[in-house]
């Protein structure tokens, strides 16, 4: 049947040429059919095979008929995929189960076939539509197109477990309705811009005035703290004395209201969902007692969060290795751990996880093995790294947009790689060479935050060639991923 399929859609060219169908297809009980999934360069489909035309999807693109037998095909849509999710259930998102969690970002939508094939030797619960906002205006995509991509990609791979969909980095109400309402299963609320920081910079003078100044709310939350001490499990001390209280509650508790607020928006529509609390993109490190406070005082307010990813010392740019000094982030770690073992119910996360090798090891080793890690650009550098090996030409002109772009691409991120350290021109370059360039990690770092420039001047043409070479795509961030993996529960599988 599915040769047939093939041979079917190859003599009509209507979608396009290279049409491929993927597996042995999925069994529809309740419409006596079989449907598979279909892919071209033109787009992604849903071929169904039954005795009769069935009613259930939107829009045939294509309708073959013989004797008693009905092939129909069908786009993959937004409104389709809801259609379908009404025969496999596991197509929908879900939230955390006991097991660690690894979020794997597909800024191109891909790849996630790619990622459960790597992740699925792992004991974790993968998280394979995850992107922000950010994410979604640079690639001009879409939370619905996110979510196509990640079902999609269960649906090539015959994957039959459960998975999550991230809404990213939430800064603002209309995205977290967005994702909420397109049945998105976890939601990370970025308090980056909600947090107070300028009250640790204020000298006692000015201290004084604020206190004076707190409204009924604030001197109720400070009176509920105040001069307290507490020796957590691990022997941490949480100091919450007057002093450090104060400015502590003036930073965080806009934080915790804005969190209380978007959580009860999200309970009106869900009953079940990840909730994680974001301060690693703040200005200062998370302490411990911060993070005390903050969990505390939700947990006091009835609200469920499940992960929370606090803003540790050292340095985790995008696309290389950590920049610290190890043994620091350690004892930071430790100190959260204490927090999050003695309050529970929660556990902690690392974000710009990718390539961060050398601190894997200690992450899984301090955490106890139950974590969230999030990865994104580094299965975006994977396709990039597929068209230097196999398409020099095409790399070249890639790196040019990402040269050319790099200062206005650069105020989105944080790097210390700067321009003139990057060189102007690499047309030079032995095309047999050319792959080799992605050794140098200034160079690795420029191509990971341009993806947006890419995408625009050269995106048509990038999807179709990794089309082509879709097997060394696939393989590349299997790879990649596992590589992470291996690293962080430190054996093979």
């Known amino acids: 049947m599915q040769a047939k399929i093939q041979a079917i859609l190859q003599s009509r060219e209507i979608l396009g040429k290279e049409p491929r169908v993927y597996m042995q297809g999925y069994d529809i009980p309740e419409l006596s059919a079989r449907l598979f999934p279909v892919k071209t360069q033109n787009g992604l489909y849903l071929a169904v095979w039954s005795g009769e035309e069935k009613n259930v ?5 294509l309708v073959w008929r013989e004797k008693d037998e009905v092939c129909a095909v069908y786009p993959f849509s937004f409104s389709n995929y809801l259609r379908l999710t009404r025969f496999l259930a596991h197509l929908k998102p879900s939230p955390f189960n006991h097991h660690p969690s690894f979020g794997c970002g597909d800024r191109l939508g891909m790849v996630s076939a790619a990622h459960l094939k790597a992740l699925k030797e792992f004991p974790v619960f993968p998280v394979i539509a995850q992107q922000s906002p950010r994410e979604l205006q640079k690639t001009r995509r879409s939370f619905a197109d996110v979510l196509l991509g990640a079902a999609w990609g269960i649906l090539e791979s015959g994957y039959q477990g459960t998975f999550g969909a991230d809404a990213d980095h939430i800064k603002d109400e209309q995205d977290l309705l967005e994702a909420r309402d397109l049945g998105y299963s976890m939601f990370t609320l970025d308090l980056s811009e909600k947090v107070n920081y300028r009250a640790f910079a204020m000298d006692e003078r000015e201290l004084s005035r604020r206190y004076e100044e707190m409204n009924a709310q604030e001197q109720e939350v400070f009176g509920r703290y105040r001069d307290k ?6 022997g941490v001390e949480v100091d919450l004395s007057e002093e450090k209280l104060l400015p502590l509650v003036l930073a965080y508790l806009p934080a915790v209201e804005q969190v209380e607020y978007w959580y009860h928006l999200l309970r009106e529509e869900l009953s079940s969902f990840d909730l994680e609390i974001s301060l690693d993109e703040g200005e200062s490190i998370t302490s411990p007692e911060a993070h005390f406070f903050m969990a505390e005082e939700l947990h006091r307010r009835g609200i469920d969060f499940r992960s929370i990813a606090p803003r540790f010392p050292g340095v985790f740019e995008k696309g290389i290795d950590y920049i610290g000094d190890r043994e620091e982030f350690s004892r930071a770690l430790w100190t959260q751990v204490a927090v999050a073992r003695d309050i529970g119910g929660y556990r902690l996360s690392l974000h710009s996880g990718s390539d961060k090798f050398s601190i894997y090891p200690i992450f899984f080793r301090e955490t106890g093995g139950l974590f969230h890690l999030k990865t994104s650009g580094t299965s975006w550098l994977q396709g990039v790294a597929v068209v230097a090996e196999k398409n020099p030409e095409l790399f070249l002109r890639i790196y040019q947009v990402a040269y050319d772009t790099f200062e206005e691409n650069l105020k989105a991120y944080r790097l210390s790689v700067r321009k003139e350290e990057l060189p102007a021109n690499i047309g030079k370059v032995k095309e047999s060479d050319v792959p080799k ?9 420029l191509l990971h935050i ?5 995408l625009e001047v050269v995106g048509e043409e990038l ?7 879709e097997n060394t795509h696939y393989r590349k961030v299997c790879e990649n991923i596992r590589k992470h993996l291996v690293v962080l529960f430190g054996e093979e599988r």
């Open 450 to 454: 341009s993806y947006g420039s890419i």
């Open 463 to 469: 999807r179709r060639f990794l089309f082509a070479e």
């Open 57 to 61: 999807f939107e829009r045939p693109s």
């Open 229 to 234: 001490k507490f020796t957590l499990s691990l």
């Open 437 to 445: 360039l992605l050794r140098d990690t200034r160079i690795c770092q």
